[in-house]
Nanobody, 127 residues
Framework: QVQLVESGGGLVQAGGSLRLSCAAS????????MGWFRQAPGKEREFVSAISRSATFTNYADSVKGRFTISRDNAKNTVWLQVNSLKPEDTALYYCAADPVGNNWYVPVRSYEFNYWGQGTQVTVSS
């Protein structure tokens, strides 16, 4: 079973950037597709981005395309989310999640596909 710990969140002005990290332990990281989700107060959790276990394929929510970039390093058991050009509507608790997929190309996007979740890191964007 894999444990996930997010970090890198914080308070930033609109237009600013952050680099969110998710460190995995206790499992075979390279066998998991990884994703980022977020949940704002009073709203449902929503998909942000995901990456295949080989790092070859990625997917992004329309709201973050061109601003956010997901990446991973299987040797470091870490996945990152570079968030640029932040907007106040990006304010949320950002979660990292792992899906034990069986191939190198699949990119899950639905929350129910992910078996393991971190505790989240808060991103707050001021206007």
């Amino acid at each position: 079973q894999v444990q996930l710990v997010e970090s890198g969140g914080g308070l930033v002005q609109a237009g600013g950037s952050l680099r969110l990290s998710c460190a995995a332990s206790g499992g075979s990281f390279s066998t998991y597709a990884m994703g980022w989700f977020r949940q704002a107060p009073g709203k449902e959790r929503e998909f942000v981005s995901a990456i295949s276990r080989s790092a070859t394929f990625t997917n992004y929510a329309d709201s973050v395309k061109g601003r956010f970039t997901i990446s991973r390093d299987n040797a470091k058991n870490t996945v990152w989310l570079q968030v640029n050009s932040l907007k106040p509507e990006d304010t949320a608790l950002y979660y990292c999640a792992a899906d034990p997929v069986g191939n190198n190309w699949y990119v899950p996007v639905r929350s129910y596909e992910f078996n393991y979740w971190g505790q989240g890191t808060q991103v707050t964007v001021s206007s």
